[in-house]
């Protein structure tokens, strides 16, 4: 267990997202074991979207869900100063895979810094355009059932070619157009692909993905942005790239112009996003460790 300062008097909520996907192998008691001898203990299992949790009050919480369970725990600690622990129960942990400690191992590892969108925080992602969908329309029910397939058998509905008209400001550099893909990551993999090897822990970079849309949705043009999505995702990328229809490259301070109000998938979760989006990555106030995701049930 990380060092944590505490005292018997101090609270820990325990938030468990019984709607993730592996979320049959957290186990309560062993949670209430390994936290109920230093804290009082509060346990708070979510089991609809529509359950709420507050992070006010607490000198620790313990969460325990997919990548939305820590994308909305990282916020609400980072709001109420709180620190936090995180598990990834979910279907693909990108974030606790990405940035936790090895698989089996009961150590955490404390992340130093994440990501910020307009003060939203993010662990891994921020993105718009093909695919992105996919981290949040998902049916939790279906991820539970028959894990990464459910995500499988979407993949094909979701392929499709889209039209972000945008103005893209990397590092005080711009450029304009319209994109099928705007991805700003802060790990080594999304989508289940490790294809982010420029990815360095505590660097204060972002990496920006872009790839240009060719025009209206339809069979050609699908078939065009194969290649860029394929390279980007299949092949990843060890240095920078910048191509005439594909961009990815590291920045500090990174601005989107959107034309248009569109979704973005933030960890997991889908976000709103209209005007101007400034991103770039923060040092937290507060203490954040990842584990293991299968350390509690072994």
């Known amino acids: 267990m990380p060092y944590i300062e505490h005292d018997a008097m101090k609270n820990c909520l325990i938030v468990i997202n019984r709607m993730s996907g592996r979320a049959a192998k957290i186990d309560k008691e062993k949670l209430l074991a390994k936290f109920g001898a230093a804290y009082s203990v509060t346990v708070r299992e979510l089991l609809s979207p529509a359950d709420e949790w507050s992070a006010e009050g607490y000198s620790l919480v313990v969460a325990c869900g997919g990548d939305g369970t820590f994308n909305r725990a990282l916020n609400r600690c980072a709001a109420s100063g709180t620190d936090l622990i995180y598990y990834g129960f979910g279907t693909f942990n990108e974030c606790a895979k990405a940035k936790g400690a090895p698989k089996g191992s009961r150590e955490f590892i404390r992340l130093y810094e994440y990501a910020e969108l307009n003060g939203r925080f993010f662990g891994y992602v921020a993105a ?9 329309t998902v049916d ?11 995500y499988l058998l979407r993949v094909l509905g979701e392929y499709r070619v889209w039209n972000v008209p945008a103005r893209i400001t990397a590092d005080g550099e711009s450029e304009q157009g319209v ?3 705007i991805m700003a990551i802060d790990s080594v993999r999304c989508f289940g692909f490790r294809f982010n090897r420029l990815y360095a822990a505590d660097d204060g970079k972002v990496h920006l993905l872009t790839v240009k849309s060719p025009g209206k949705d339809n069979l050609i043009n699908r078939a065009k942005i194969f290649f860029p999505l394929f ?11 910048r191509g005439k229809h594909m961009t990815f490259r590291a920045v500090k301070e990174l601005d989107i112009s959107l034309s248009s109000p569109v979704v973005f998938d933030v960890d997991g979760d889908a976000a709103d996003c209209a005007g101007t989006l400034h991103i770039r990555v923060i040092k937290p ?5 990842i584990g293991d995701f299968d350390a509690l049930t072994l």
Do not use: C, D, H, W
Request: hydrophobic share 40%; net charge positive.
């Open 128 to 136: 718009t355009g093909s695919f992105t969908p996919l981290g949040y």
């Open 140 to 150: 939790a029910a279906k991820k539970q059932k028959i894990g990464v397939l459910a």
């Open 179 to 181: 994109y099928t893909l």
């Open 231 to 241: 390279r980007a995702f299949f092949m990843g990328f060890g240095r920078e790239f």
């Open 285 to 289: 106030k507060n203490k954040v460790y």
